[in-house]
């Protein structure tokens, strides 16, 4: 079920995605390409299953465009972009590293090629232990390292954690794919120099229902009614609560945060501030093989 849905929103974020990464982001604002890809994944015919993501140099993920946000992508900069499209729920995850410094282009080479090795590796039973050891073989050929506490994760309809994970690394715990079940896996590659894990950063501009418990303000309550109309339990960014002014939309989003209905996810950061170069696919496992949906 949904399958159809998740090749259409598979070609949509795959289209959206190519055309990042022949763009110049040098001088934009990360507040342009947020809001410029989101407007191309809904041009063509999907809705954003998450914020695209804008994630610069040492932030390795979880970084979205606030109203009128000022960040401007430098002219060395290693940029990355993780956008969502989906259709019905059935989702399609996808990132490029848009790197501009000539001396982290290795850590993006590994990042694709660790993602290529993994997608001739997924297959229906496969192990999630053997496909992240088999991405961090590839990244220590590039001698980089795998960031060992981001990873992939299993689908479903409107849920972009599904409950498996796909480890960058070789793992204690394990599971195995399951036939017709969607996965997204996503190599995170630093440096040599880097630390291999990430941790919270200060900013958290990356929001999701967990739960539709009510407040004692009613006007926190009318949004959150409003958040599982238009988001269901899918992240959303402050951007996209437009019906509010922004300084109200941000002391009710407050009142649902401080109250555990709504969750702020935090920027992750490499633990040693290495920068951080990203790649990733949705697939669907099958006997014998994967059809990755977001493959251009
Ligand atoms: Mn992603
Ligand atoms: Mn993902």
Not at 11 to 39: F, K, N, P, Q, W
Not at 124 to 134: F, L, Q, S
Request: aromatic share 6%; glycine share 10%.
């Amino acid at each position: 079920m949904g399958r159809e849905e998740y090749v259409r929103a598979g070609g949509i974020a795959s289209a959206a995605r190519e055309a990042v990464r022949g763009m110049d982001l040098a001088g934009r604002t990360a507040l342009e390409v947020c809001e410029g890809v989101e407007a191309d994944i809904r041009r063509r015919g999907a809705e954003c299953a998450f914020p695209v993501n804008v994630s610069i140099n040492e932030v390795a993920a979880h970084y979205t465009a606030e109203p009128g946000d000022t960040l401007v992508i430098g002219e060395s900069d290693t940029v990355k972009v993780d956008l969502g499209a989906h259709i019905g729920g059935y989702i399609a995850d996808t990132a490029v590293t848009v790197n501009m410094d000539p001396d982290h282009e290795h850590i993006v080479r590994a990042a694709e090629e660790a993602l290529e090795e993994a997608m001739s590796v997924v297959r229906a039973g496969a192990k999630t232990r053997d496909i992240g050891r088999a991405i961090h073989d590839v990244i220590k050929r590039h001698s980089c390292k795998p960031i060992a506490n981001l990873t992939g994760h299993s689908l479903g309809q409107y849920t972009i954690h599904a409950g498996k994970s796909i480890p960058n690394t070789w793992a204690l715990r394990s599971s195995s794919l399951g036939a017709g079940e969607a996965y997204a896996c996503e190599p995170f590659v630093t440096t040599s120099s880097g630390l291999g894990y990430v941790q919270d950063g200060e900013t958290r501009n990356i929001f999701a229902l967990v739960s539709k418990k009510r407040t004692k303000d009613g006007a926190a309550n009318e949004m959150l009614d409003h958040i599982w109309e238009r988001f269901n339990m899918l992240p959303f960014a402050r951007r996209w609560l437009d019906r509010w002014e922004p300084g109200e939309a941000a002391r009710l989003l407050d009142t649902l945060v401080k109250s555990r209905a709504v969750h702020a996810y935090a920027v992750l950061v490499e633990a040693a501030g290495q920068r951080v170069a990203q790649a990733e696919h949705t697939f669907i496992a099958e006997d014998g093989g994967a059809t990755v949906t977001t493959r251009a």
